[in-house]
């Protein structure tokens, strides 16, 4: 009997095995299937109610309260002005940082405390950040609410998105690449520039993607810091003046003025104009990638 039992318990291990590994390959087919239906379903929803609402008019022009007519086109400007200024802003610093922490720091201590600090920084709520941005940027640095306000507060919300994004991918350089290059009498921000930069590009892209979909959705810091203005800016002048984004401009349309059908093509407006952006990002990561290989 004891044989037997023992003759058949590497079978029986194994069926049980296989039955419990198909179970899971069916719960996260499952979970993956329900997250890209609620995906999906938002999407088609919201531009299902809001195309129809989309119009040349609306996009191409300003709200006139004499004329009673709704224009997103400051808005939109103002969103495509706030994205420039703050990756101008955080892409060097933030790319910067991690070339420090992964290439020169020498401390552990130091890297650790650093990148703690980041993941912090990275679960505040945006409202503190607006808070602060509010009293720190537009109180005590004069800057008024202005867009350049606001933008200083995305920089320190995307700060650390674009320095882990881009640390981890310098961490998966080979340090091969390193050394053959410095057997090659290459001094050391030549070879960072020249060879580990370029491997690297992916992860910087996928930090970009990040935090334009952050800038482009945020909204709660920009009511502290950038303001509800619709006034239609050129860049310079539109950076130190308050200007609602898209985003604020939602919630201006339908929580102040019940107006859910703007809010609704502001939204799918939003929608289309994040799609567009991470495919030029991928297409810019693509572009570089096939460079390096050449």
Known sequence: MNVQYRHNSPIREKRNRKIYNGAMKSLMILTTLICLALTFFII????????????????????????????????????????????ALVL??????????????????????????????????????????????????????????GALTLLIMNLPTIMRTTQESLKTVPQGYREGAFGLGARK???????????????????CILTIGRIVGESAALLFTAGFAHNLNGFIEGLSSSGATLTVALYVYAKEQGKFDVAFAIAAILIIFTIIINLAASTVGKVFKKRRSI
Do not use: H
């Open 189 to 207: 921000w030549t070879t960072i520039r020249t060879v580990v930069l370029p491997c690297c590009i992916d992860g910087i892209v996928t930090g």
């Open 92 to 149: 060097p610093l933030g790319i910067g940082a991690a070339i420090y922490l992964t290439e020169y720091a020498k401390s552990p201590r130091l890297v650790s405390a650093i990148e703690f600090a980041a993941e912090t920084l990275s679960g505040i709520p945006s409202i503190i950040y607006g808070l602060v941005g509010m009293l720190f940027f537009c109180n005590f640095l004069s800057l008024g609410t202005s867009l350049m306000a």
């Open 44 to 87: 088609l929803y919201v531009l299902y109610q809001g195309l129809p609402q989309v119009n040349f008019s609306l996009i191409s022009t300003s709200p006139s309260y004499i004329k009673e007519t709704i224009g997103i086109l400051p808005n939109l400007l103002n969103t495509l002005y706030i994205i420039v200024g703050t990756l």
